[in-house]
């Protein structure tokens, strides 16, 4: 069945920096969700990805989706405080959604 | 604001107790799901619903079940409750098949559950 990676598992980053966090599978997707979810709390939607090598942009987030629509990345830049939680990637698996491992991101003032 | 709803938000109790986790939404979504996610772990798809009368069981084994006799309302129930029982449950929604935002979920709070 399809599988989803995300990578890094865990994401230690100093205010003010940029990182990205990716997520493959081993099947072509139809589309991508990501959610972030904040410590204590529960999941919430971010974005939606759709066409081959789309670009979708929300303040310092830059969410895009591969050209060969198996892998996508969520890239922050200028890391703040209010970046911290977990970052799920969503698959769409014959309109049953799996939700990847999660990248865990800490910010360091 | 997401209007899906979940009760109780805390639960302690004891070893082979029946219990059920209330979860309702009023944004008339087809489509509910709920989840179990241990402290700092990915979420795991117990049993989702497509509407009405429609249950599935998800990927991850569960001995709980579910029914779904209301579009809004989607329990989830534990015949006889065991410590490895113990562990958050969230519960979500989304719109029908075609609709365009149909794969966006929307969770409730949660419920912490803990079984001594």
């Known amino acids: 069945g399809q599988q989803v990676m995300q990578i890094p598992q865990y994401q230690h980053v100093q205010e003010g920096e940029d990182f990205t966090t990716y997520c493959n599978s081993s099947?072509?997707?139809?589309?991508i969700q990501w959610y972030k979810q904040r410590p204590g709390g529960h999941p919430v939607f971010l974005i939606q990805?759709?066409?081959?090598?789309e670009v979708k942009k929300q303040k310092r987030l830059t969410f895009q989706f591969g050209e060969a629509k198996k892998n996508s990345s969520l890239h922050i830049t200028a890391t703040q405080t209010t970046d911290v939680g977990t970052y799920f990637c969503v698959t769409d698996s014959w309109g049953k959604l799996q939700f990847g491992a999660g990248t865990q991101v800490v910010v360091t003032p | 604001e997401a209007d899906i709803y979940q009760t109780p938000r805390y639960l302690v109790i004891g070893t082979g107790k029946k219990i059920t986790l209330e979860c309702s939404q009023t944004m008339g979504h087809d489509k509910m799901y709920w989840y179990q996610q241990d402290p700092g772990m990915e979420l795991h798809l117990i049993h989702y619903s497509y509407g009405v009368n429609s249950t599935e069981k998800g990927d991850l084994s569960s001995e709980s079940t579910v029914s779904r006799i209301r579009t809004e309302h989607f329990p989830l129930t534990l015949e006889s409750a065991r410590p490895s029982h113990t562990s958050q449950y969230l519960c979500?929604?989304?719109?029908?098949?075609?609709?365009?935002?149909?794969?966006?979920?929307?969770f409730g709070p949660g419920t912490r559950l803990t079984v001594l």
């Open positions: 979500a929604s989304s719109a029908g098949f075609g609709d365009i935002h149909e794969n966006e979920q929307f």
């Open positions: 990805l759709v066409k081959s090598g």
């Open positions: 099947t072509t997707l139809s589309n």
